[in-house]
């Protein structure tokens, strides 16, 4: 540690030796990696998307013919595994539920002399068992028809499992890119100081010490660049929130805070690491080509 | 010191720098390498400091072969080599005392005693009031007298120094000599090569080692008058 201030001058002048290019670096690194972060924000929200929509999967039993006592029925089904709620709704319930869906067009049914709607059971289950569940329901005696919406549901499983794939990809991009950049930089650093690096090496300096300035540099670099998305991402986040609050209120957003924590940790530690890496890739390669 | 059996060195282009060379040197010794230009003194003290390996032979410096597949110990070994180079191969853009702490920092030497040890080295050559002065900056006596103090300061067992003198007239050359000289004591062996064979007619204390058509010979050890 006694060198730390040495170390960090070098990485200093090494940077303002190549002073445009670690510039553009730096931009570059931040914006690759605020694309990450956008991504795994998106990636974050649709899952709780998910999430919160596997917990209100919901399917509807109708029964055959009105049962004299539905609590048999719906007893019947608590029982079952992956049911994690059961509701009665009656008739009237239901032509109310109707109205309120239909607002100002909800006269049509007044068009009816009798109510059209039938009771029927509501029924909350656990999406991954929807298969079981659906089968329990129907050997149920008194239940005529069991209709679910699985199919919806199925298809936002899938956006989420394509931005999934997405964020692995985006991550795949940004790790290489990252770790190309810092390489290159690194090796361009390391051209330009070659004597120096060749003097020190003929005075018995180990490799580790040489190399540790071009360490520091790719993670300050990418380090920065990891900040610098992080603010990005908390700026986007913090006007997102309360844009999606104001106009769409029924998405079901994750706690911001938890989301920021996480993206921000992701952003700063990836970045550090992937800083970290791309040096010792970019040390590597030319250690090969300088023996001695 | 030294120890040297029928080493030869043959470049890759097949240019026969040296041939079997045999010596021993000792310990607190002061060396002079003469020969005219392209004779082999130069790639004798690459030999020395593990920049190249023999292509036959066996050479052993301080107790370490100098075998190319033991480049990692040949490392740890110029720590107690004090090279100072033909061209100085000083690091630009830093003072003098940066750069004579450079061949200290990687060293078991604490921070303060390094900066100490490189103010005392500076002023033993006479550069005290260039101490925080950039290299780029120095004269090119001035630069040479810095890679001196640089090569000197953390007290290696064996100074290396490859044609010092360079371009320098008479009287700065032969200062240079002297400071050189002075570093040679029981426990550091000096080893200087020049072509300038006239500078050190009166060096009477130094093993003389004439070095031509890349073959070795001992001439005569004596003392400066």
């Given at each position: 540690m006694k060198n730390i201030g040495y170390f960090l001058r070098e990485a200093g002048r090494i940077i303002r030796y190549n002073r445009v290019s670690n510039i553009f670096s730096f931009l570059g690194t931040g914006l690759i990696l605020f694309l990450l972060g956008l991504v795994v924000a998106v990636w974050g929200i649709s899952s709780q998307l998910v999430v919160l929509l596997q917990q209100e999967a919901e399917i509807s039993a109708y029964f055959d013919?009105?049962?004299?006592?539905p609590e048999d029925i719906i007893n019947s089904i608590k029982?079952?595994?992956?049911?994690?709620n059961v509701r009665y709704v009656g008739a009237e319930e239901a032509r109310v539920r109707m109205e309120n869906i239909l607002?100002?067009?909800?006269?049509?049914?007044?068009?009816?002399?009798?109510?059209p709607f039938e009771p029927y059971i509501e029924i909350r289950i656990h999406l991954d068992q929807i298969d079981p569940v659906l089968q329990s329901i129907k050997n149920i005696?008194?239940?005529d028809y069991v209709r679910d919406n699985r199919g919806v549901l199925e298809q936002i499983k899938g956006i989420t499992r394509a931005l999934e794939i997405l964020g692995y990809l985006v991550i795949a991009a940004v790790s290489i890119t990252t770790l190309v950049i810092i390489s290159h930089m690194i090796r361009q650093g390391i051209y330009h100081n070659r004597e120096q690096i060749k003097t020190l090496r003929l005075l018995g300096a180990p490799d580790s010490f040489i190399g540790f300035p071009f360490v520091l540099v790719g993670f300050l670099l990418t380090f920065g660049g990891g900040l610098l998305a992080a603010v990005l991402i908390t700026i986007l986040i913090n006007r997102g929130y309360g844009q999606l609050g104001g106009?769409?209120?029924?998405?079901?957003?994750?706690?911001k805070d938890r989301l920021l924590l996480g993206i921000v940790t992701l952003l700063l530690s990836g970045s550090a690491a992937l800083g970290i890496l791309g040096s010792l890739f970019g040390l590597s390669s030319i250690s090969k080509e300088n023996h001695g | 010191m030294i120890k040297a059996r029928n080493v030869s060195l043959v470049y890759r282009?097949?240019?026969?720098?040296?041939?079997?060379i045999n010596l021993d040197l000792q310990l607190g010794g002061l060396y002079y390498v003469i020969g005219?230009?392209?004779?082999g003194k130069t790639s004798l003290m690459k030999l020395l400091i593990g920049m190249e390996f023999p292509t036959a032979g066996f050479l052993e410096v301080m107790g370490q072969p100098?075998?190319?597949?033991e480049t990692a110990k040949i490392r740890k070994l110029r720590r107690d080599i004090g090279p100072v180079f033909q061209e100085f191969k000083l690091i630009s853009g830093r003072t003098a005392i940066e750069n004579v702490m450079m061949g200290m920092?990687?060293?078991?030497?604490p921070l303060n005693k390094a900066k100490e040890l490189a103010k005392n080295t500076l002023s033993r050559v006479g550069l005290e009031h260039k101490t925080?002065?950039?290299?780029?900056?120095?004269s090119y006596g001035e630069a040479q007298r810095v890679a001196i103090a640089r090569a000197v300061a953390r007290r290696p067992a064996l100074i290396l120094a490859d044609e010092?003198?360079?371009?320098?007239d008479h009287d700065n050359a032969v200062k240079i000599f002297t400071l050189l000289e002075?570093?040679?004591?029981?426990?550091t062996t000096v080893m200087i090569t020049t072509h300038a064979t006239h500078l050190i007619d009166?060096?009477?204390t130094a093993t003389i080692l004439r070095v031509e058509k890349g073959k070795i010979s001992i001439e005569r050890g004596g003392e400066r008058i």
């Open positions: 013919k009105s049962p004299e006592n029982l079952i595994d992956g049911v994690w607002g100002d067009e909800s006269y049509i049914l007044d068009l009816f002399e009798k109510n005696k008194g239940i106009t769409l209120p029924f998405i079901p957003l994750p706690p | 282009d097949g240019t026969v720098a040296l041939q079997n005219p230009s392209g004779s100098m075998r190319k597949r920092r990687f060293l078991n030497i925080y002065t950039l290299v780029d900056r120095l010092p003198t360079g371009n320098l002075s570093f040679k004591d029981k426990n009166d060096c009477r």
